[in-house]
């Protein structure tokens, strides 16, 4: 027997679609709570110590963070080569402002403190508030737009060719999803700086964390709501091997209205994902209310965890549909890499992940701990 052949066509594609899941609920749990600070910089800092305050809380860590967003990038150009094709092209725009943001972050972490001047720092201090922003934002809208379906079809021999522009992303389901993202993440970035800071901007933390994560369940609710009433799903109309050939035009998809809450209707234990999403949410809250850190930090992450994986079983089998042709449209069993590539893949995964995890854990325990403002003004350990 080939080696690779342990493991079945549909067992690897399953498997790859649940890490992408994995790889990107990293993501937004490390990196998300690096781009709540930087929103939050400006109103729970109120003075040039208070701001070093919350750069030097994430200042250590934020680098190691990125390491899930490479991960990402790099499962999806490796087992998903279509979906990295259409996404990464048809977003460009997008990701570029992405892009601009996640460069510029490392400028002003190292250029902010080069110079006493308070209006040097201040604009320096808009950058970073800029690069927490905008990438919350634009993740989100993202999301939003693969939901509604993205302009993209495939040509005879296979080329890829995109309908849309970058204006047209930004519409209203769009940036009601992007609003959920930034609330949610200034709800993570408020409870890490509840657990790493103390005295003044711990409690600005905790206060403007406590309206982040009322705004996260009121937002995701609204969306949910939204995604019911107004925006149609995709299905598959024909059969689909899911052991076949990759190859997305083999298949016959359509609109149907409420198709996005099929599987929750066939599988109740789904409904799991929203509910730890909205309970996550409120039990932050209500961590932030009563300063109980660790559990506030928890369940933003489990918050998280569950709006993310609510939009994964919602649109299974579909990975990014096709607004103007559905047949297009990008699914778990027909756009992935050859049976070989993904087991070699998810080899490599086995390997390599358990070493980051167990790096990136030794770090965090090691650089644990308060950052005060008094260790600031004495110039006491910290690097910003």
Known sequence: MILHELLSYEILRMTWWLLIGVLLVGFAITDGFDLGAAMLLPFAGRNDVERRVIINSVGPIWEGNQV????????????????????????????????????????????????????????????????????????????????????????????????????????????????????????????????????????????????????????????????????????????LATDGPSNPMRKTAALQHGAWLANYLANAWLWSAPALGLVGAMLAGLGMRLRRELLTLLASALSIAGIILSVGAAMFPFILPSSIDPRASLTVWDSSSSHLTLFIMLVVTAVFIPIIVAYTSWVYHVLWGKVDAAAIREERGHAY
Request: aromatic content about 18%; overall charge positive; glycine content about 10%.
């Open 68 to 239: 899930w967003l490479i991960l990402g990038g790099g499962a999806i150009f490796a087992a998903w080569p279509q979906l990295y094709a259409v996404s990464f092209s048809g977003f460009y725009m997008a990701m570029f402002v992405v892009l601009v943001g996640l460069i510029l972050r490392p400028v002003a972490f190292k250029f902010r403190s080069k110079r006493e001047d308070a209006h040097w720092r201040a604009r320096w201090d808009g950058v970073l508030f800029f690069t927490g922003l905008v990438p919350a934002l634009i993740f989100g809208v993202a999301v939003g737009n693969v939901l509604q379906g993205v302009p993209f079809r495939f040509s005879d021999d296979m080329h890829i060719f995109y309908d849309g522009s970058f204006w047209a992303l930004l519409n209203p389901f769009a940036l009601l999803c992007g609003l959920v993202s930034v609330a949610m993440l200034i709800m993570h970035g408020a409870a890490w700086l509840q657990l790493k800071t103390t005295d003044a901007v711990s409690d600005r933390a905790r206060r403007y964390g406590a309206w982040a994560a009322l705004a996260t369940m009121v937002l995701y609710a609204l969306a949910g709501f939204a995604l019911w009433r107004w925006i149609d799903g995709y299905v598959v109309t024909s059969d």
